[in-house]
């Protein structure tokens, strides 16, 4: 609020103590009404039920001077710095060096990503990080379909999970078919219920969307809850079936593949093998999703988010195309629960809260709607940095709920902001992302 | 209806709760013909083209469009985007309405949906890279490149139209508009804002659309040098009803146009009128 002001005034002009200290008081004061409470009183439940409390009027006197201090030398910094752009900081030769490596992070993190279980091969906790974290940039790549690049605000992108685990889960234990078969049953499913979410928020836009998607989200949930003669309710269901090799179990069994290629078993087999499944389905969604957004159909979700007015007037069918991007997220989700559910083995509906459908919008967001890689490294980041914050335990999450508000702030379009054109005559130039528009349901 | 009338309007009635903002409104517009529709601020013209292109659904009355195999649709009954789709009308609006985010060359190739959509099997043969499909995305890309020479931005092809120049703009909405291949097409003040070298040039266009491609245009426009240049034929509206129409000449020295236009003061009238010609 203030910040913007001043810096205009105090930059080009002489330094004026007075303003700068008028600014240090006034954030002392606020600092000193928010923390009085917060860390200058101290209360707790005493042994009989009592409340006791006790005061740390020194903690709160170092905090406001740390604020009061902090807030002049922001000022002076700002003074002698003048408006700071990013070439003050970033000289041009880092910058050039950071556009390489740029074009270099896709191929060298998929090598990478190939790599991992020979690098970490006894390393089970990595391996199985490694597993959350690309079950995740699927989730987000399947997402990226219906929020990046159609721009509709899908706020219960966790029921087609939840619809993809349940129905492996249930096709599996019930009638006995095999996880490839299942597979390509649970997407189809899962669209089938994009389409029928489809249809009813077709008239809705914006806020009114992201509710209703919301809504649907719990709804699917609930019913699992409650639906206990076939989903077995909040018990969920157990004994899924672990995927196979084409058939060949990777068990110990005589029939298993260690014993068939007269290797010794090992539990990690498995783990490998479902890395690598998982690994192929997310790059079965990425490279659908590019060659989609190359088709007419993609062309058109585009459009859609850019302006729904002007699709019309060229006739195009925005109804059929919100459903085909609705249908094609889903089936996504759908894949990715049916993995999950062979993962785990074991499924309830707890694993289908809404924060599931937020965390999936929040590496879609941050990412940088629309972008691919960029939606790969922040299911990196988020759900790896999260483990990296292990060590701080309480404090964990709080730590990285700054580092998404500082990143946003940053790059409020997410960490890759601008957008590919999906054809060109002579060459392709990135577009900035003050232009491409984010949709409005 | 006759043969070399392309569209009929035939006593189109809009109202928006006791607002009447069209009444009883008819008027034809020739094949391969440019037809105008002038009038003051708030004379209901753009409601007319919303009505046309289905934006709007009329109160009452029948809006009918023929096709040059004698085909004739009732385009009241058709709604949104089936009226660009099989009626093949095209539009552009006033507050230019292009996709900003993606390149020009993307606006045109979008506006051709419905032609590659069928090319690339509703996506499955696409998906898999036919063949079928190739051809027809080069040729698509030929039709667009056709039309980015006609309006002179060939060399802006790969840049975002968010960036384009106001006059850029409007002619690239123009371009993609052409590029649905459409039998009428509407333009909703296609020289607003345009200087006066930029408004020959459209007028140049317009005739060039007209004569050798024989794609009837309707048009809305403000900009009486364009509508005198060009125009085949020309109606003229005021407060929702018909007030003249003609040709140009006859239009100019109509006064009830005069009286519409500014008031009653016929000589500002003649003034402004005498401008255009």
């Known amino acids: 609020m203030k910040a913007s002001t001043s810096k205009q005034q105090s930059a080009p002009s002489a330094l004026n103590p007075g303003f700068i200290l008028k600014k240090a008081v006034i954030s002392a004061a606020v600092a000193l009404v928010l923390f009085s409470l ?3 009183l101290r209360t707790e439940a005493g042994p009989s039920g009592q409340l006791i409390y006790w005061t740390r009027f020194g903690d709160l006197a170092t905090m406001v001077a740390g604020v009061f201090l902090g807030s002049i030398a922001m000022e002076l910094l700002r003074h002698w710095w003048g408006p700071v752009g990013t070439d003050r900081f970033v000289p041009p030769v880092v910058r050039s060096g950071i556009a390489v490596a740029g074009r270099l992070v896709a191929p060298v993190l998929l090598v990478f990503t190939l790599l991992v279980p020979v690098i970490f091969y006894n390393q089970r906790y990595i391996l199985d990080l490694g597993i959350l974290v690309l079950t995740y940039v699927m989730l987000g790549w399947g997402l990226n379909v219906v929020v990046g690049l159609a721009g509709l605000l899908d706020l219960g992108y966790v029921a087609f999970y939840a619809v993809g685990a349940y129905s492996y889960a249930l096709l599996a234990t019930n009638f006995d078919l095999s996880f490839w078969v299942c597979l390509p049953l649970a997407g189809i499913l899962a669209a089938l219920w994009g389409v029928l979410l489809g249809f009813p928020v077709l008239r809705l836009r914006g806020d009114y969307l992201a509710i209703v998607t919301l809504a649907f989200g719990e709804i699917i949930r609930l019913v699992i809850i409650n639906w206990q003669s076939l989903t077995g309710g909040p018990n969920g269901v157990s004994g899924i079936p672990r995927p196979t090799l084409f058939g060949i179990p990777l068990t110990a069994d005589e029939d298993g593949l260690a014993a068939k290629l007269g290797i010794e078993y090992s539990p990690t087999h498995r783990i490998v093998f479902l890395f690598y499944l998982i690994l192929a389905l997310a790059l079965l969604t990425n490279w659908v999703t590019i060659r989609l957004r190359r088709l007419p159909i993609g062309r058109a979700w585009e459009a859609l988010r850019e302006d729904e007015v002007a699709c019309r007037a060229l006739g195009i069918n925005t109804t059929t195309t919100k459903l085909t991007a609705f249908a094609t997220g889903a089936m996504f989700g759908g894949f990715a629960g049916a993995f999950f559910a062979t993962r785990q083995g074991f499924i309830s509906p707890e694993s289908f809260t809404f924060q599931e459908s937020a965390l999936v919008l929040a590496i879609v967001v941050l990412g940088g709607m629309g972008s691919q890689l960029g939606v790969a490294l ?3 980041a988020m759900i790896g940095g999260f483990e990296l914050f292990r060590s701080l335990e309480g404090y964990r999450m709080l730590v990285f709920g700054m ?11 997410g960490l890759i902001g601008h957008r590919a054109p999906t054809v060109y005559l002579t060459k392709a130039h990135a577009i900035s992302s003050d232009l491409v528009k984010e949709g409005h349901g | 209806m006759s043969r070399d009338q392309i569209l009929e309007v035939d006593r189109l009635t809009m109202r928006f709760g006791g607002i009447v903002a069209v009444q009883d409104l008819s008027f034809a517009a020739e094949r391969k013909k440019i037809t105008a529709l002038i009038g003051p601020n708030g004379a209901g013209k753009t ?3 919303n009505c046309i292109t289905g934006f709007y659904k009329p109160s009452g009355g029948a809006i009918r469009l023929s096709h040059d195999d004698g085909k004739v649709i009732a385009l009241e009954r058709l709604n949104d985007f089936r009226i660009a789709k099989q009626a093949k009308v095209a539009r552009t609006f006033q507050n230019i309405r292009l996709f900003p985010g993606m390149t020009a060359l993307e606006n045109l190739m979008v506006a051709q949906h419905n032609a590659l959509m069928r090319a690339s099997g509703f996506t499955l043969l696409g998906l898999i890279g036919a063949p ?5 995305e080069k040729r698509a890309i030929d039709l667009a490149t056709d039309w980015l020479k006609r309006v002179n931005l060939l060399d802006r092809a790969d840049d ?11 002619r690239l ?21 345009l200087n006066a070298r930029e408004s020959a040039a459209l007028s140049e266009l317009l005739l060039s659309i007209r004569n050798e491609l024989g794609t009837s245009i309707l048009l809305i426009e403000h900009d009486m040098s364009v509508v005198m240049e060009i125009s085949d034929h020309i109606v003229v509206m005021d407060h929702g009803v018909k007030i003249a129409e003609g040709s140009p000449r006859e239009v100019r020295d109509d006064p009830k146009v005069i009286a519409a236009y500014l008031g009653t003061d016929e000589e500002e009238a003649v003034a402004v009128m005498e401008s255009g010609s």
């Open chain 2, 173 to 193: 909405e123009i371009a993609r508009a052409m590029c649905t291949e459409p039998a009428l097409l509407c333009l909703d003040e296609p020289a607003a804002g």
């Open chain 1, 38 to 40: 917060m860390v200058g």
């Open chain 2, 132 to 136: 079928v499909y190739r051809d027809a």
């Open chain 2, 47 to 49: 409601t007319v083209f």
């Open chain 1, 403 to 413: 580092a998404m508000v500082l990143i946003m702030i940053w790059r409020p379009r």
């Open chain 1, 378 to 380: 922040s299911a990196l």
């Open chain 2, 160 to 170: 975002a139209a968010g960036n384009f120049a106001y006059g850029d703009q409007r």
